[in-house]
């Protein structure tokens, strides 16, 4: 049962866990030590672990697990890097080889970048995410990653967290059920107004839609009255005393969503008109076109200008800044990465110099003051101002200093791993306080991290297998392969490898063996008696360029390809990319054929006839298939299949499995798939099951190769 309605305590309170006068002491303290109600709770013995668990889930609508129960294999902690188990506050703690579902227990099991990041980086598995009480969850992780001697249950918490969570006062009453929300949705508003008649109007009217209305006649009061509070919307008048840009600095830098309205007049504010979303997307396309023109007026690969500029509107969005406020530091990325392009010169750049330019060609056209203000402000040190004010100028030089950097330093046509952002956000902190904002780097590595995570979801047929005898070799070729955006898993213990191949699934394998040749013979011989089907899942030898040559009697055995080790691994790279791609084209035309019910076509080096019976047996599909050679003077193979099982099957004087024996050896050609009613179908000619007819097939193809008579195609 799904109570979102009810507050941690209530559910608390219902179930019989604990006492009024308990929440109440639990708040006093977290009020005054912070951290979350439910640790306090734990903490202070007012509750075990398992009641904790049982109302936070109930509560968020998940299931739980009581950690302090379980002890978990090092080999389960492994699908999780200690890196990711400690930064993101997850636990492995069971894995069901059956249904391929890693169990990891986390705060938030509805954090679905969570679930794709986990997803990610856990070898392959799928993740499913169950509720753990924090202050358990922080135990585990001290103990099974940090290497601290702790109990789960006999030392719940190491210290209650520093790092708080906004204070909890005492639930207040519930609103009054009979007065109904605003359209808008009801909040907080300050009001600065020294005019008596139109500012009384304007609170009355707030009011009534359900907004608490705070009214005061001076900027300088008011900046005393937000302290640490944020408000939905503040309304400036241009008459009152007092610094009113102090006023709008503070609130943004409270929260950058406050919406700011200075106004002159309370007709004026009834009255104008900001951006409209269709009119600010205008803006934004059109200022795409123009410089995706100038870029191919001038021959250059990519629109850089675009790429910058697509990247600051996105961190403005996701910053919650106003739309005036959006385009206009959307508008100034733009002009200042054309900047770059047209005073740039083939020497080191100097970032100051390009800007100082810019800054002389938009005075002396009168460009916006703000704008101009936003370029002086890139590229400079911060010596940790503006923690209490942030100036709209400052706001916008950094968003666009820190996508500047960004876009200089990662090419648009180069994928970017999680391995080498992870980098990339060390260094982004480092000069966070000094030359980043923190507000502005924190959003702007959430936004590529998740854009990075989205892509390799997305990716598919990338998940590789890597094996070397020697774990020193691995580094290289997976962190070549890593920036291909290929998901690379490395073993250096045969053992460990062929378990992680059965969990795993990949799609591809990589061999890399620095052995005599009888010992690389052997361990191929010894990895497939094992159950690792080289045939079925493309796998590639990475040998010594003197090996290499007298290994070709392995692809007979199944290997895809063998390859000499040259340090770039460029050529590996171009065959994975290849391979991917036949996976990808085999697997929807798997789809094809199981949905379409009009039919489907392809062609045979695609899709063999061998492929094509074991995707459309499973079906339980009536269909005809009519398969052709390029060979002119080949006949075609007429093939029926009732519900998936063969029927018929004929190609010239051939019929029968004869027929599809004879068929099986063709790799150039097409087929196409039809279906057909049941009272269609010819009589039957075929009694034998369709795997037998496949294995004999196979069995029948090898021995023509080993022959040499295998037939043209």
Not at 7 to 13: C, F, H, K, W, Y
Request: proline share 4%; glycine share 6%; with cysteine.
């Amino acid at each position: 049962m799904k109570d979102k309605k009810l507050r941690l305590d209530e559910i608390l309170v219902r179930e019989g866990l604990i006492s009024d006068e308990q929440v109440q002491d639990a708040l006093l303290r977290q009020k005054a030590q912070g951290g979350k109600l439910g640790s306090q709770l734990l903490y202070h013995h007012y509750i075990d672990e398992a009641g904790l668990v049982r109302a936070l889930a109930l509560q968020i609508g998940c299931e739980g697990v009581v950690l302090s129960d379980l002890a978990i294999p090092a080999d389960i902690l492994k699908f999780i890097p200690d890196r990711v188990a400690v930064a993101r506050k997850v636990v492995p703690f069971q894995y069901d080889i059956k249904s391929n579902v890693l169990k990891v227990a986390c705060e938030d099991p509805t954090d679905q970048n969570l679930i794709d990041e986990l997803n990610f980086v856990a070898h392959g598995t799928q993740v499913k995410l169950y509720l753990a009480a924090e202050v358990v969850l922080n135990t585990v992780i001290a103990k099974y990653y940090l290497g601290h001697d702790v109990s789960p249950r006999n030392d719940l918490l190491l210290e209650l967290p520093e790092e708080t969570a906004p204070t909890v006062e005492t639930p207040p009453e519930p609103p009054d059920s009979t007065q109904s929300p605003p359209a808008g949705g009801a909040g907080a508003v300050l009001l600065v107004s020294d005019e008596e008649s139109s500012g009384s109007l304007l609170q009355s009217l707030l009011e009534r839609d359900n907004y608490q209305v705070t009214v005061t006649d001076s900027a300088d009061a008011a900046i005393e009255i937000i302290g640490d509070k944020c408000f939905h919307t503040v309304f400036v008048k241009d008459t009152v005393s007092g610094d009113y840009i102090d006023l709008i600095d503070r609130l943004r830098k409270l929260s950058p969503k406050t919406r700011v309205r200075y106004y002159e007049s309370a007709s004026a504010l009834l009255l104008s008109d900001e951006f409209a979303a269709s009119g600010e997307e205008l803006l934004r396309k059109n200022l795409e076109i123009f410089t995706s023109l100038l870029a191919s007026m001038g021959n250059t690969d990519s629109n850089h200008s675009g790429r910058v500029g697509d990247y600051v509107y996105r961190l403005c969005r996701r910053l919650g800044l106003p739309k005036k406020e959006q385009m206009l530091i959307t508008n100034t990325a733009y002009l200042h990465d054309l900047s770059r392009y047209y005073y740039g010169t083939a020497e080191e750049e100097s970032y100051r110099g390009v800007i100082d330019l810019s800054i002389k060609l938009l005075q002396s056209i009168g460009y916006s003051p703000v704008a101009i203000e936003m370029l002086r402000s890139m590229y400079i040190d911060l010596k940790g101002k503006y923690t209490r004010r942030l100036p709209i100028e400052v706001l916008g030089g950094n968003i666009i200093t820190i996508v500047d950097l960004f876009c200089d330093n990662v090419p648009s046509d180069q994928k970017l791993s999680l391995d080498k952002f992870d980098a990339i956000k060390k260094k982004l902190r480092d000069l966070t306080g000094r030359l980043f904002l923190s507000e502005v780097a924190e959003a702007f590595t959430l936004m590529v991290q998740e854009e990075i995570l989205t892509a390799s979801v997305t990716e598919r047929y990338n998940q590789v297998v890597m094996f070397s005898d020697e774990k020193e070799s691995l580094s290289a070729a997976e962190l070549r392969l890593k920036n291909e955006g290929f998901r690379v898993v490395c073993e250096s213990s045969p053992e460990r490898f062929v378990a992680l191949y059965r969990r795993a699934r990949p799609d591809i394998i990589i061999l890399l063996l620095q052995k005599d040749l009888s010992e690389i013979e052997a361990f191929v011989d010894s990895i497939s008696a094992q159950g690792i089907d080289i045939e079925q899942v493309p796998t590639f030898l990475l040998a010594d360029a003197g090996h290499s040559p007298k290994l070709t009697g392995l692809l007979e055995k199944g290997l895809h390809d063998v390859i000499s080790v040259d340090g770039t691994y460029d050529l590996l790279v171009i065959k994975l990319k290849k391979v991917r791609q036949q996976l990808e084209k085999r697997a929807q035309q798997q789809r094809d054929l199981q949905s379409d019910e009009s039919g489907a076509k392809g062609r045979l080096t695609d899709m063999n006839l061998i492929d094509l019976l074991q995707a459309l047996g499973p079906s339980r599909k009536t269909v005809r298939i009519i398969a052709r050679s390029y060979v002119p003077d080949k006949y075609h193979l007429e093939l029926y299949l009732d519900q998936g099982s063969i029927r018929f099957a004929r190609l010239g004087d051939l019929t029968g499995a004869q027929a599809i024996y004879e068929a099986i050896a063709w790799s150039d050609g097409t087929w196409k798939v039809e279906s057909v009613s049941p009272d269609a179908l010819p009589e039957c000619n075929v009694v034998q099951p369709n795997e037998s007819i496949l294995m004999e097939g196979c069995r029948l193809l090898d021995e023509k190769v080993r022959t040499g008579q295998l037939l043209h195609r």
